[in-house]
Protein backbone atom coordinates (compact mmCIF):
# COMPACT_ATOMS: atom_id res chain seq x y z
CA UNK A 1 0.00 0.00 0.00
CA UNK A 2 2.77 2.52 0.44
CA UNK A 3 3.24 2.43 -3.19
CA UNK A 4 0.51 4.67 -3.33
CA UNK A 5 2.27 7.48 -3.08
CA UNK A 6 0.06 9.99 -4.76
CA UNK A 7 -2.26 9.89 -1.55
CA UNK A 8 1.19 10.58 0.82
CA UNK A 9 0.83 13.66 1.95
CA UNK A 10 -3.39 13.95 1.30
CA UNK A 11 -5.20 14.41 4.75
CA UNK A 12 -9.38 15.35 5.01
CA UNK A 13 -11.70 15.55 7.71
CA UNK A 14 -13.93 12.95 8.95
CA UNK A 15 -16.00 11.55 11.67
CA UNK A 16 -15.15 8.07 13.00
CA UNK A 17 -16.92 5.97 14.92
CA UNK A 18 -15.37 4.19 17.71
CA UNK A 19 -18.07 1.65 18.21
CA UNK A 20 -21.86 0.49 17.88
CA UNK A 21 -23.97 3.04 18.51
CA UNK A 22 -21.63 5.51 19.92
CA UNK A 23 -21.79 9.29 18.18
CA UNK A 24 -18.78 10.32 15.47
CA UNK A 25 -16.11 12.24 16.50
CA UNK A 26 -14.88 14.42 13.90
CA UNK A 27 -11.11 13.77 13.08
CA UNK A 28 -8.18 14.28 10.79
CA UNK A 29 -7.35 11.73 8.48
CA UNK A 30 -4.05 10.83 6.98
CA UNK A 31 -1.87 8.01 6.02
CA UNK A 32 1.15 6.86 7.30
CA UNK A 33 3.62 4.43 6.19
CA UNK A 34 1.09 1.32 6.44
CA UNK A 35 -2.14 2.32 7.88
CA UNK A 36 -4.37 5.79 7.76
CA UNK A 37 -4.09 7.62 11.07
CA UNK A 38 -7.03 9.61 12.86
CA UNK A 39 -6.02 12.25 15.26
CA UNK A 40 -8.47 15.34 16.90
CA UNK A 41 -8.00 18.54 16.05
CA UNK A 42 -4.84 18.91 18.10
CA UNK A 43 -3.30 16.40 16.05
CA UNK A 44 -2.95 13.78 18.87
CA UNK A 45 -3.50 10.18 17.21
CA UNK A 46 -7.19 8.47 18.31
CA UNK A 47 -6.43 5.55 16.36
CA UNK A 48 -5.32 4.01 12.86
CA UNK A 49 -6.25 1.46 10.41
CA UNK A 50 -4.15 -0.98 8.66
CA UNK A 51 -4.13 -0.34 5.26
CA UNK A 52 -4.90 -3.68 4.04
CA UNK A 53 -7.64 -4.23 6.76
CA UNK A 54 -9.98 -1.26 5.15
CA UNK A 55 -13.48 -2.07 3.39
CA UNK A 56 -16.07 0.04 1.69
CA UNK A 57 -18.99 -0.38 2.97
CA UNK A 58 -21.38 2.43 1.88
CA UNK A 59 -21.25 5.34 -0.86
CA UNK A 60 -23.16 7.38 -1.95
CA UNK A 61 -23.02 10.60 -3.65
CA UNK A 62 -22.08 12.98 -0.63
CA UNK A 63 -20.27 10.62 1.21
CA UNK A 64 -18.56 7.54 1.77
CA UNK A 65 -18.14 4.76 4.83
CA UNK A 66 -15.21 2.76 5.64
CA UNK A 67 -14.39 0.07 8.20
CA UNK A 68 -11.48 -1.85 9.22
CA UNK A 69 -12.70 -4.96 8.61
CA UNK A 70 -15.75 -7.02 8.57
CA UNK A 71 -16.06 -8.14 12.03
CA UNK A 72 -15.33 -4.88 13.58
CA UNK A 73 -18.24 -2.15 14.81
CA UNK A 74 -15.91 1.32 13.68
CA UNK A 75 -16.71 2.96 11.14
CA UNK A 76 -15.03 5.65 9.58
CA UNK A 77 -17.48 8.41 7.24
CA UNK A 78 -15.56 10.32 4.83
CA UNK A 79 -16.80 13.89 2.62
CA UNK A 80 -14.22 14.67 1.09
CA UNK A 81 -13.83 13.38 -2.74
CA UNK A 82 -10.00 13.09 -2.93
CA UNK A 83 -9.68 10.64 0.27
CA UNK A 84 -12.50 8.91 -0.76
CA UNK A 85 -10.80 7.98 -4.08
CA UNK A 86 -7.71 7.19 -2.37
CA UNK A 87 -9.39 4.74 0.21
CA UNK A 88 -11.56 3.64 -2.14
CA UNK A 89 -7.84 2.36 -4.20
CA UNK A 90 -6.76 1.17 -1.21
CA UNK A 91 -10.19 -1.13 -0.44
CA UNK A 92 -9.75 -2.14 -4.47
CA UNK A 93 -6.03 -3.49 -3.58
CA UNK A 94 -7.29 -5.02 -0.92
CA UNK A 95 -9.44 -6.95 -2.09
CA UNK A 96 -7.94 -8.57 -4.78
CA UNK A 97 -6.16 -10.89 -3.36
CA UNK A 98 -9.20 -12.14 -1.58
CA UNK A 99 -11.32 -11.89 -4.57
CA UNK A 100 -8.66 -14.04 -6.45
CA UNK A 101 -8.80 -16.45 -3.72
CA UNK A 102 -12.34 -16.42 -3.78
CA UNK A 103 -12.69 -17.16 -7.62
CA UNK A 104 -9.65 -19.25 -7.15
CA UNK A 105 -12.18 -21.67 -4.64
CA UNK A 106 -14.95 -21.19 -6.78
CA UNK A 107 -12.83 -23.15 -9.87
CA UNK A 108 -11.67 -25.61 -7.06
CA UNK A 109 -15.26 -26.19 -5.95
CA UNK A 110 -16.66 -26.09 -9.59
CA UNK A 111 -13.99 -28.78 -10.82
CA UNK A 112 -14.24 -30.78 -7.92
CA UNK A 113 -18.12 -31.28 -8.10
CA UNK A 114 -17.50 -31.99 -12.21
CA UNK A 115 -14.71 -34.90 -11.35
CA UNK A 116 -17.56 -35.77 -8.50
CA UNK A 117 -20.38 -36.25 -10.87
CA UNK A 118 -18.39 -37.38 -13.62
CA UNK A 119 -17.00 -40.31 -11.43
CA UNK A 120 -20.42 -41.47 -10.28
CA UNK A 121 -21.86 -41.43 -13.82
CA UNK A 122 -18.67 -43.48 -14.93
CA UNK A 123 -18.80 -45.61 -11.34
CA UNK A 124 -21.48 -48.00 -12.22
CA UNK A 125 -20.06 -49.00 -16.02
CA UNK A 126 -16.69 -49.21 -14.13
CA UNK A 127 -18.19 -51.55 -11.50
CA UNK A 128 -19.96 -53.50 -14.11
CA UNK A 129 -17.03 -53.96 -15.86
CA UNK A 130 -14.99 -55.32 -12.86
CA UNK A 131 -17.25 -57.24 -11.87
CA UNK A 132 -17.39 -59.14 -15.61
CA UNK A 133 -13.60 -59.20 -15.43
CA UNK A 134 -14.08 -61.58 -11.91
CA UNK A 135 -16.79 -63.96 -12.91
CA UNK A 136 -15.27 -65.78 -15.63
CA UNK A 137 -17.37 -66.65 -18.72
CA UNK A 138 -16.93 -70.04 -17.57
CA UNK A 139 -18.02 -69.73 -14.20
CA UNK A 140 -21.62 -67.67 -15.41
CA UNK A 141 -23.11 -71.18 -14.72
CA UNK A 142 -21.96 -71.93 -11.07
CA UNK A 143 -22.83 -68.13 -10.03
CA UNK A 144 -26.19 -68.45 -11.45
CA UNK A 145 -27.20 -71.91 -10.73
CA UNK A 146 -26.05 -70.76 -7.22
CA UNK A 147 -29.16 -67.75 -7.21
CA UNK A 148 -31.56 -70.20 -8.54
CA UNK A 149 -30.94 -72.77 -5.80
CA UNK A 150 -30.77 -70.22 -2.98
CA UNK A 151 -33.85 -68.42 -3.84
CA UNK A 152 -35.57 -71.71 -5.29
CA UNK A 153 -36.63 -70.50 -8.18
CA UNK A 154 -36.96 -73.55 -10.45
CA UNK A 155 -38.57 -76.54 -9.18
CA UNK A 156 -39.43 -79.75 -10.14
CA UNK A 157 -36.85 -80.03 -12.73
CA UNK A 158 -36.97 -83.42 -14.70
CA UNK A 159 -34.17 -85.51 -14.75
CA UNK A 160 -31.65 -84.81 -17.95
CA UNK A 161 -32.10 -87.26 -21.21
CA UNK A 162 -28.51 -88.35 -22.98
CA UNK A 163 -30.44 -86.89 -25.87
CA UNK A 164 -30.67 -83.55 -24.51
CA UNK A 165 -26.46 -83.62 -23.23
CA UNK A 166 -25.79 -84.67 -26.83
CA UNK A 167 -27.78 -81.83 -27.89
CA UNK A 168 -25.90 -79.48 -25.83
CA UNK A 169 -22.57 -81.10 -26.42
CA UNK A 170 -23.18 -80.53 -30.16
CA UNK A 171 -24.23 -76.89 -29.50
CA UNK A 172 -21.03 -76.16 -27.34
CA UNK A 173 -19.18 -77.89 -30.23
CA UNK A 174 -19.92 -76.14 -33.36
CA UNK A 175 -20.70 -72.61 -31.86
CA UNK A 176 -18.10 -72.62 -29.12
CA UNK A 177 -20.31 -71.14 -26.19
CA UNK A 178 -18.00 -70.86 -23.79
CA UNK A 179 -20.32 -70.17 -20.98
CA UNK A 180 -21.66 -74.27 -21.88
CA UNK A 181 -25.09 -74.76 -22.51
CA UNK A 182 -27.39 -76.48 -20.31
CA UNK A 183 -31.07 -77.20 -21.22
CA UNK A 184 -33.57 -77.86 -18.33
CA UNK A 185 -37.31 -79.25 -18.67
CA UNK A 186 -39.73 -78.13 -15.54
CA UNK A 187 -42.75 -78.99 -14.72
CA UNK A 188 -42.97 -75.38 -12.73
CA UNK A 189 -45.44 -73.66 -14.06
CA UNK A 190 -43.33 -70.49 -16.53
CA UNK A 191 -45.67 -68.54 -19.41
CA UNK A 192 -42.37 -69.38 -21.47
CA UNK A 193 -38.73 -70.72 -21.68
CA UNK A 194 -36.58 -68.58 -19.57
CA UNK A 195 -32.89 -67.57 -21.64
CA UNK A 196 -30.39 -67.46 -17.94
CA UNK A 197 -26.80 -66.01 -17.67
CA UNK A 198 -24.35 -69.00 -17.81
CA UNK A 199 -25.78 -70.82 -21.24
CA UNK A 200 -28.80 -72.28 -18.74
CA UNK A 201 -32.08 -72.60 -20.82
CA UNK A 202 -34.98 -73.66 -19.04
CA UNK A 203 -38.33 -74.80 -20.60
CA UNK A 204 -41.59 -75.51 -19.06
CA UNK A 205 -42.78 -78.77 -19.59
CA UNK A 206 -46.57 -77.62 -20.75
CA UNK A 207 -44.70 -75.73 -23.64
CA UNK A 208 -43.52 -78.90 -25.63
CA UNK A 209 -47.23 -79.37 -26.15
CA UNK A 210 -48.28 -76.26 -28.34
CA UNK A 211 -48.70 -76.59 -31.63
CA UNK A 212 -45.25 -76.60 -33.62
CA UNK A 213 -42.82 -76.27 -30.79
CA UNK A 214 -40.96 -77.94 -32.52
CA UNK A 215 -39.75 -75.49 -34.64
CA UNK A 216 -40.10 -73.07 -31.64
CA UNK A 217 -37.78 -75.21 -29.81
CA UNK A 218 -35.24 -74.78 -32.55
CA UNK A 219 -35.56 -70.91 -32.81
CA UNK A 220 -35.07 -70.78 -29.02
CA UNK A 221 -31.98 -72.15 -29.32
CA UNK A 222 -30.95 -70.23 -32.38
CA UNK A 223 -32.08 -67.07 -30.05
CA UNK A 224 -30.34 -68.51 -27.16
CA UNK A 225 -26.96 -68.75 -29.08
CA UNK A 226 -27.26 -65.30 -30.35
CA UNK A 227 -27.82 -63.95 -27.09
CA UNK A 228 -24.85 -65.64 -25.23
CA UNK A 229 -22.68 -63.95 -27.54
CA UNK A 230 -20.05 -61.39 -25.82
CA UNK A 231 -21.86 -62.56 -22.67
CA UNK A 232 -24.49 -60.25 -23.71
CA UNK A 233 -27.18 -62.22 -21.21
CA UNK A 234 -24.63 -61.66 -18.40
CA UNK A 235 -24.20 -58.14 -18.84
CA UNK A 236 -27.66 -57.33 -19.04
CA UNK A 237 -27.87 -59.29 -15.65
CA UNK A 238 -25.28 -57.47 -14.57
CA UNK A 239 -27.08 -53.76 -15.80
CA UNK A 240 -30.32 -54.74 -13.63
CA UNK A 241 -27.95 -54.62 -10.40
CA UNK A 242 -28.21 -52.08 -7.83
CA UNK A 243 -24.59 -49.95 -7.38
CA UNK A 244 -24.35 -50.87 -4.26
CA UNK A 245 -24.63 -54.66 -4.74
CA UNK A 246 -21.71 -54.09 -7.66
CA UNK A 247 -19.52 -52.26 -5.65
CA UNK A 248 -19.78 -54.41 -2.73
CA UNK A 249 -18.73 -57.45 -4.71
CA UNK A 250 -16.30 -55.08 -5.98
CA UNK A 251 -14.64 -55.03 -2.67
CA UNK A 252 -15.19 -58.48 -1.89
CA UNK A 253 -17.89 -58.12 0.80
CA UNK A 254 -21.11 -60.47 0.91
CA UNK A 255 -23.56 -58.81 -1.05
CA UNK A 256 -26.81 -60.77 -2.56
CA UNK A 257 -27.25 -60.43 -6.47
CA UNK A 258 -30.86 -59.97 -7.84
CA UNK A 259 -32.54 -62.80 -10.18
CA UNK A 260 -36.24 -61.96 -11.28
CA UNK A 261 -36.72 -64.31 -13.70
CA UNK A 262 -39.58 -62.47 -15.61
CA UNK A 263 -36.76 -60.77 -17.05
CA UNK A 264 -35.58 -63.60 -18.97
CA UNK A 265 -38.85 -65.30 -20.39
CA UNK A 266 -38.66 -65.59 -24.59
CA UNK A 267 -42.00 -65.42 -25.91
CA UNK A 268 -41.79 -66.85 -29.37
CA UNK A 269 -45.72 -66.98 -30.22
CA UNK A 270 -45.07 -64.47 -33.23
CA UNK A 271 -44.89 -66.43 -36.61
CA UNK A 272 -43.28 -64.31 -38.60
CA UNK A 273 -39.99 -64.93 -36.70
CA UNK A 274 -39.59 -68.19 -37.26
CA UNK A 275 -36.84 -67.78 -40.27
CA UNK A 276 -33.60 -68.15 -40.86
CA UNK A 277 -32.72 -70.58 -38.04
CA UNK A 278 -29.14 -71.93 -38.06
CA UNK A 279 -29.72 -74.80 -35.37
CA UNK A 280 -31.50 -78.03 -36.14
CA UNK A 281 -32.56 -80.89 -34.03
CA UNK A 282 -32.95 -84.22 -35.30
CA UNK A 283 -36.82 -85.67 -34.88
CA UNK A 284 -35.25 -88.25 -32.21
CA UNK A 285 -33.42 -85.98 -30.23
CA UNK A 286 -36.56 -83.43 -30.05
CA UNK A 287 -38.88 -86.61 -29.50
CA UNK A 288 -36.62 -87.75 -26.09
CA UNK A 289 -36.19 -83.78 -25.03
CA UNK A 290 -39.83 -83.40 -25.20
CA UNK A 291 -40.75 -86.39 -23.22
CA UNK A 292 -38.10 -86.42 -20.57
CA UNK A 293 -40.66 -85.60 -17.96
CA UNK A 294 -42.30 -88.72 -19.06
CA UNK A 295 -39.35 -91.21 -18.36
Sequence with gaps: ????????????????????????????????????????????????????SIVMIEKNEIEARFSPGTERQEELIIQDEAMIEALAIICGKGKSPSGKLLKFHHFIIITGSILIMLFFFFLPNILRTVTLDIIKPNH????????????????????????????????????????????????????????????????????FQHKGSYEKFELLLSIALKSYEKRRVFIEFLQRQKLRTLLGYALGMTVQFNLQLDNYLISLYDQSIFTKTNVRVSDEEWINIRNSCLN
Design 140 to 207: EYVFIQKLLENENLIRNTCPKQKETKAVENKLIKKHGVVTGIDISITKTSLSSPLILPGGIIIIPFDW
Design 1 to 52: MTAIKKYTILESKGFWIDAKGSPPKEVIVSFGKSSIIMSDNNEIPLNHWDLN
